[in-house]
């Protein structure tokens, strides 16, 4: 039972371009999103986040998009640089089970010169 | 100020050995969460502890899997007559008594089962 899903496994993007990753999740109960980026043999960094009561949150380069209804979210990275080349992860909690994150399958996104 | 530190980094263990993984939360971090990320998979909740209490180990198998969080000392994730299907890599997390939204990882252990 896959309650967040990123339906992408990898995404390569041109370095200056945009990057969007997407995320979607079933349980209506999630009123919290938060976007992590892994490098190998590294722990997730928390990126950026949303509550359920905005449709955006802006931090530099980083944006994040909601759509309740459609239970959907995504991040997008403008400009792409080269080091955004990592695995991004999205997750969910909901406000029951404040402390549980639940993460999709990740997007490895590679940024190429 | 140090992050979260996890050891060891790399953990071998022959079938039906017991697996000892700590976490040392950041300094002021109560809170303390367990994750293990299969190969090619997200992360999973296993299991959240504050000071000497369990809170949720609804992610925990039912059996040979054990988390404490003791007064004094690290954060320990047990695991007892290990199995291959146990190699995966094992996140720490923390936060400050007010929420996740402080969350951070420590480095993992990645533990292999031959």
């Known amino acids: 039972d896959q309650q967040v899903k990123q339906n992408s496994p990898s995404l390569s993007v041109q370095e200056g371009r945009i990057s969007i990753l997407n995320c979607d999740y079933t349980?209506?109960?999630?009123?919290?999103f938060l976007w992590y980026k892994k490098y190998p043999a590294e722990g997730p960094t928390f990126l950026i986040s949303?509550?359920?009561?905005?449709d955006k949150n802006e931090d530099g380069r980083f944006t994040v998009f909601l759509n309740k209804s459609a239970k959907h979210l995504s991040l997008h990275i403008v400009p792409s640089q080269p080091g955004d080349s990592a695995v991004y992860f999205c997750?969910?909690?909901?406000?029951?089970?404040?402390?549980?994150?639940?993460f999709g399958q990740g997007t490895r996104l590679t940024i190429n010169p | 100020n140090a992050g979260v530190m996890q050891n060891p980094r790399h953990l071998v263990r022959r079938r039906g050995q017991e697996a000892r993984l700590r976490c040392s939360p950041m300094?002021?971090?109560?809170?303390v969460y367990w994750y293990r990320q299969l190969p090619e998979e997200g992360l999973k909740f296993m299991v959240y502890?504050?000071?000497?209490?369990?809170?949720?180990e609804s992610g925990m198998p039912k059996e040979r899997f054990s988390a404490e969080f003791p007064k004094e000392g690290p954060s320990i994730l047990r695991i007892q007559q290990v199995v291959r299907g146990d190699s995966a890599a094992y996140f720490c997390?923390?936060?400050?008594?007010?929420?996740?939204?402080?969350?951070?990882f420590g480095s993992g252990t990645r533990l292999t089962v031959v």
């Open positions: 300094k002021g971090h109560s809170h």
């Open positions: 997750a969910a909690s909901a406000l029951q089970g404040a402390q549980k994150l639940v």
């Open positions: 997390a923390s936060s400050p008594p007010d929420g996740h939204y402080g969350y951070t």
């Open positions: 502890l504050q000071k000497e209490n369990i809170i949720d």
């Open positions: 349980n209506s109960m999630f009123d919290y």
């Open positions: 949303i509550s359920s009561i905005k």
